[in-house]
């Protein structure tokens, strides 16, 4: 059973920044793909970045790309997302995931971030921007 524990949200200013971590228990990072969701009131979650450790792989979604750094630490078994010129857009609450699938991000490439290829779940942690 992996258990997943986000931290790291809160209130900032638009334009600032704000790292998202992701600690990951009960397995091994090179043994899990981890995906990075948000979900806004009144709106479907959405997939943010991925990362395959395994193979290095990351995946951004258009939406955050070259704005947001998805990065893993093994020594640690933690998953971070570096979130920089923060929009009002971006506020939601923000979930890691895993899936039992190691290679998600190479095996699915566009669709790596399909939230039915996750297995478990954090309990999200909120971010607001402020315009």
């Known amino acids: 059973e992996v258990q997943l524990v986000e931290s790291g949200g809160g209130l900032v200013q638009a334009g600032g920044s704000l790292r998202l971590s992701c600690a990951a228990s009960?397995?091994?990072?090179?043994?899990?793909?981890i995906g990075w969701f948000r979900q806004a009131p009144g709106k479907e979650r959405e997939g943010v970045a991925g990362i395959s450790t395994s193979d290095e792989a990351t995946y951004y979604a258009d939406s955050v790309k070259h704005r947001f750094t998805i990065s893993a630490d093994s020594a640690t078994n933690t998953v971070y997302l570096q979130m920089n010129s923060l929009k009002p857009e971006d506020t939601a609450v923000y979930y890691c995931?895993?899936?039992?699938?190691?290679?998600?991000?190479?095996?699915?490439?566009?669709?790596?971030?399909?939230?039915?290829?996750?297995?478990?779940w954090g309990q999200g942690t909120q971010v607001f921007v402020s315009s």
């Open positions: 995931a895993a899936s039992r699938i190691p290679t998600i991000v190479v095996v699915y490439r566009l669709n790596n971030l399909d939230p039915d290829r996750y297995d478990y």
């Open positions: 009960g397995s091994a990072l090179d043994d899990i793909g």
